[in-house]
């Protein structure tokens, strides 16, 4: 069945017109047969409801595989050595293999690995943030984030990573944009602090890879090794004019402090009052979803 089919059918199944609809009906779903839809969700629960009858954390190549089993059902296999935010949200990701699969594909399948069509992995990612961080506890939560701290706050609250946290916040429109940024040099560019990864709503557009000004918070931040904090003008994608900004530098290894984390508040301030706001939630609420996440 080709990939496009196989979620076409899903949608189908959970008479949703879309696959972000979708995921989010099959995780309601499972919530209301956990009888739980406050953080944090307990995957293994839930991947007994889709037929999976064991979680094996072994040595793999990938981060998860899914293998149907004679008897009908599936085993679940999670990549041991990653941190456990990660195995959570990898079993979330194969539950919703599992999901996908229905019971009548169930027997005599080659193993489900994470090498599938876009489509699908992207639909299974949603399954995945959608049931663990479920709605609309987590809008409201993700609706007070005004810092950095207050992202790792909901990531620790929800047990998933910074980065799906980000990642869930864009896909329910949250108006905050996450940016990871991290000092690095281009072909015939100066080495500077540049955009190595960046989570935001429909409408907005962060180049990767954009560089940080000199004068800048995060360049403050990442110079200071000191969070940094305050209201400054943006020239970054669709992002132009003045914004609130919390920048906190990190570090992803133990080589030392390379990067810095910030956050944009999107939200219209009281400064904003009176003049055309560079950016607003309702003039983009209804244009099409262009973000693929991974
Ligand atoms: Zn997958």
């Not at 969700?41 to 004679?70: Q, S």
């Not at 041991?80 to 194969?94: I, K, N, Q, Y």
């Not at 180049?207 to 904090?229: E, I, Y």
């Amino acid at each position: 069945m080709a990939p496009s089919t196989v979620v076409a059918e899903f949608c189908e199944r959970l008479d949703a017109a879309d696959p972000e609809t979708a995921a989010r009906r099959a995780a309601a779903w499972l919530h209301v047969c956990m009888g739980r839809t406050a953080p944090p969700i307990e995957p293994y629960h839930a991947a007994r409801l889709v037929g999976i009858r064991d979680v094996r954390e072994l040595a793999l190549p990938c981060a998860g595989m899914l293998v149907p089993i004679r008897a009908g059902g599936f085993i679940a296999r999670i990549k041991r050595s990653d941190p456990l935010a990660r195995r959570r949200f990898t079993l979330g990701h194969e539950i919703g293999h599992a999901l996908l699969a229905g019971p009548r594909h169930v027997q005599h399948r080659r193993p489900v690995t994470c090498a599938q069509a876009l489509d699908v992995e992207t639909l299974c990612d949603q399954i995945a943030a959608e049931l663990l961080m479920p709605s609309p506890a987590f809008e409201e939560a993700a609706g007070r984030v005004r810092r950095v701290a207050d992202v790792w706050a909901l990531a620790r609250q929800f047990q998933v990573s910074f980065r799906a946290v980000a990642v869930q916040m864009a896909r329910r429109d949250i108006p905050v944009a996450v940016v990871r940024w991290r000092r690095k040099s281009l072909p015939k560019k100066p080495e500077a602090l540049r955009v190595e990864w960046q989570s935001s709503p429909r409408g907005v557009f962060i180049p990767l890879r954009a560089s940080a000004a000199g004068d800048s918070l995060v360049t403050a931040a990442f110079t200071s090794q000191q969070p940094a904090r305050g209201r400054e003008r943006l020239d970054l994608g669709t992002l132009r004019g003045e914004y609130e900004v919390d920048a906190v530098p990190w570090s992803s290894s133990r080589v030392g402090p390379a990067e810095v984390l910030s956050i944009i508040q999107l939200r219209p301030t009281p400064a904003d009052a009176g003049e055309p706001a560079a950016w607003r939630l309702s003039s983009v609420r209804d244009a099409p979803h262009d973000q693929t996440h991974s």
